[in-house]
């Protein structure tokens, strides 16, 4: 079994910064990619970034030059650097990575609450 913990999330006003930080544990052989997505009230869930494993990085467009996805293999770990936030920035940001072990599989984070208001 394979776990991912996000942490990192907060209120933060318009403007602020905040880093996200997912964890990955568990049976695990290899991460592949791994990503950040967010989901709004009342919306779906959207891309935000992703980054391969050879350190790839691909960016939603409403965040290109606002947001930074990193990765730390040896540690198993995802880190998105948020700056510039804005209130649409407003969801729950959920860690995604997918896992080599017996199989291949993705897997969720149980998400991370990031509020951006004055």
């Known amino acids: 079994q394979v776990q991912l913990v996000e942490s990192g999330g907060g209120l933060v006003q318009p403007g602020g910064s905040l880093t996200l930080s997912c964890s990955a544990s568990?049976?695990?052989?290899?991460?592949?990619?791994m990503g950040w997505y967010a989901q709004a009230p009342g919306k779906q869930r959207e891309l935000v970034a992703t980054?391969?494993?050879?350190?790839?990085?691909k960016y939603a467009e409403s965040v290109k030059g606002r947001f930074t996805i990193s990765r730390d293999n040896a540690k198993g770990m995802a880190y998105l650097q948020m700056n510039s936030l804005k209130p649409e920035d407003t969801a729950i940001y959920y860690c995604?990575?997918?896992?080599?072990?017996?199989?291949?599989?993705?897997?969720w984070g149980q998400g991370t609450q990031v509020t951006v208001s004055s």
């Open positions: 980054i391969t494993r050879a350190g790839i990085e």
């Open positions: 995604h990575a997918t896992v080599y072990a017996d199989y291949v599989q993705g897997y």
């Open positions: 568990g049976n695990i052989r290899l991460i592949a990619t």
